[in-house]
């Protein structure tokens, strides 16, 4: 049994190659209205970009973070494609445009509907 996904970072990352994974990717970018959430090839970058961020946080020391308040080995699905999104924007420079305001609208609104993602599991027993 020792392939059984322990942390929620492994769990995560588990899920990244199924079908489920793509739509959740599609769902989380239609709801919060992000700017290219139509935009398929857009999606599978955000998604392989995710699945990267959760294999990094599962392989990781728990010391590791990649946002702030969550331990490595508590990141989740959603908040690993938030990460990624987010580390998009940094690299794209800091030019604001409408495309960038509306990223990072998405950015806020995810973060602010969904809170329990961006925060240490052990903060929601």
């Not at 059984?4 to 970072?9: E, F, G």
């Not at 990141?75 to 445009?97: H, K, P, R, T, V």
Request: aromatic share 10%.
């Amino acid at each position: 049994m020792s392939d059984v996904p322990k942390t929620n970072a492994e769990r995560s990352l588990a899920i990244c190659s199924l079908f489920e994974s793509e739509l959740l990717v599609w769902l989380v970018l239609r709801q919060w209205q992000h700017p290219f959430a139509e935009d398929s090839d857009f999606r599978n970058q955000l998604l392989e970009n995710a699945t990267a961020v959760l294999h990094a946080a599962a392989a990781g020391p728990r010391e590791s973070v990649f946002i702030e308040g969550v331990p490595a080995s508590d990141m989740n699905f959603i908040a690993a494609i938030w990460y990624a999104e987010n580390q998009a924007l940094d690299e794209w420079g800091a030019e604001m445009d409408a495309q960038r305001e509306a990223r990072l609208k998405w950015l806020a609104d995810v973060e602010r509907a969904l809170p329990s993602c961006f925060c240490a599991q052990d903060r929601l027993l």
